[in-house]
């Protein structure tokens, strides 16, 4: 189906070990971002991307890595989960022109132990 | 810095009556996009309503309406005939520089 989606929606991991949270659009849109919502906060971009090997930080980039190879595909790493990375993670992508819709997906719930 | 504020952490209304949700935001841009998101409790996020700052007038989509006042920097939304679905989380965004600013949430409950 045409969208896009998140993968696993729920992961549960240790402390120290690395993650990898998957996102895939079929749209061919040249952005993509990664957010985190936690409560009291909203949503906080962690990385953003313009297009295939374009990358860029956020507002809260520490303990993650991102690389965009695809242009459909935009995968977020966390190299060494730390407890304080527990959070909701939200793909999300829009086309070229600055003011256009960002369209989400379903979102994954990550708990580090 | 650039923000976007929501005062209202929560905010009640009756089934059928309207509610109005207060966002305020701060930037230097002279182009950019404001934005409401619902997120009901599945927590996808969908779009409720886009405004372009050029424009005087108010967007609107079916029940739900803005209030853009630029020279406040203010941009609420407002709900009339409130049903039981409306319930949900209410973000409201701005465009900062091709990304999005968001605000901290309005929790919005609808009593039957």
């Known amino acids: 189906d045409a969208g896009i989606t998140q993968s696993p929606r729920y992961k549960i991991t240790e402390t120290g070990r690395q993650v990898t949270l998957m996102c895939h659009q079929t749209w061919s849109h040249s952005y993509m971002f990664w957010y985190r919502q936690d409560l009291g906060h909203g949503l906080r971009l962690i990385y953003y991307?313009?297009?295939?090997?374009?990358?860029d930080k956020g507002e809260v980039p520490d303990g993650y890595v991102v690389s965009r190879s695809k242009t459909e595909n935009f995968p977020l790493t966390l190299e060494s989960a730390t407890r304080s990375q527990t959070s909701v993670y939200f793909c999300?992508?829009?086309?070229?022109?600055?003011?256009?819709?960002?369209?989400f997906g379903p979102g994954t719930r990550l708990l580090v132990l | 810095a650039q923000t976007v504020t929501q005062s209202q952490p929560e905010m009640s209304v009756q089934e059928a009556e309207t509610v109005t949700l207060s966002c305020t935001y701060d930037?230097?841009?002279?182009?950019?996009?404001l934005f409401w998101y619902k997120q009901p409790p599945s927590r996808q996020m969908i779009l409720v309503i886009r405004?372009?700052?050029?424009?005087?007038q108010n967007a609107t989509e079916n029940r739900f309406s803005v209030n853009f006042q630029k020279a406040a920097k203010s941009f609420s939304l407002k709900i009339s005939d409130s049903q039981l679905g409306d319930a949900a989380m209410y973000f409201c965004a701005c465009t900062q520089g091709g990304k999005l600013i968001f605000g901290q949430g309005t929790e919005l409950s609808v009593k039957p």
């Open positions: 405004q372009e700052a050029y424009k005087q």
């Open positions: 930037t230097s841009e002279s182009d950019y996009y």
């Open positions: 991307s313009a297009a295939a090997d374009i990358t």
């Open positions: 999300a992508s829009r086309g070229d022109f600055f003011g256009g819709t960002q369209y």
